[in-house]
């Protein structure tokens, strides 16, 4: 089945930590995007990609950095430079001709 | 800026009644979206609202696009518990990479 795989769905970090959180789909989409969710709040847009290679800066992108060196592919690190990262963070894709974004399941990392 | 606003923030409402979820958006966009989320969990798409005048109906919920407005509705009639969630607009100009710009969501919880 197509869709949209995040891991890990939950994840414990401590202060001064990077993590990694990891995207992977198999819809063969376009575009990618990382947004992340305060509790209590919409959705805030971190990073996105369009084509392999190439990323840019969403609305809160200090703090963080991505890559994407495979179509599939766009891993997500959350440095010890973002100073709140306990966030829930979702991962979505969409083709360039639809529009329409399908997310993933979710990442919930909690820094203790 | 973009700016995506709903209200009511919170609904509470009774099984059986009727009520009108508002989405003001700030600029011209091509789309807008409404999404449905659990507790928990992830974005579940309802509706894409392509044009002016659009409507869409699922169900207990109907969608509306009023682009000369900026406005959007999404209209829940005779609600039922399994309603309970929060509801979130977002806009999106596929001019701009196709990122969606969300509203804070409306939580809704539907009593017995």
């Known amino acids: ?112 | 800026e973009l700016k995506v606003e709903q209200n009511p923030l919170f609904l509470s409402m009774q099984e059986g009644k009727n009520y009108t979820i508002y989405c003001n958006y700030s600029t011209t966009s091509d789309r807008l979206y409404w999404y449905r989320q659990d507790p928990g969990k992830s974005l579940e798409s309802l509706f894409v609202l392509l044009s002016n005048g659009a409507v869409k109906q699922e169900g207990r919920l109907m969608a509306s696009l009023d682009t000369k407005a900026r406005l959007s509705t999404l209209h829940i009639t005779a609600a039922v518990h399994d309603l309970s969630a929060t509801y979130f607009c977002a806009e999106q100009n596929t001019g701009t990479a196709s990122k969606l710009t969300f509203g804070t969501g409306t939580r809704l919880q539907v009593t017995l």
């Open chain 1, 1 to 112: 089945d197509g869709g949209i795989t995040q891991s890990p769905k939950y994840l414990f970090r401590k202060e001064g930590q990077n993590v990694t959180l990891s995207c992977e789909q198999n819809l063969n989409h376009d575009a990618m995007y990382w947004y992340r969710q305060d509790p209590g709040q919409g959705l805030r847009l971190i990073y996105y990609s369009q084509i392999v290679n190439d990323f840019q800066k969403g609305d809160i992108a200090e703090g963080y950095s991505v890559s994407r060196e495979k179509k599939e592919s766009f891993p997500l690190t959350v440095t010890s430079a973002q100073k709140n990262p306990t966030a829930f963070y979702l991962c979505a894709s969409t083709t360039v001709n639809t529009g329409e974004l399908f997310f993933g399941e979710g990442s919930r990392l909690t820094v203790l």
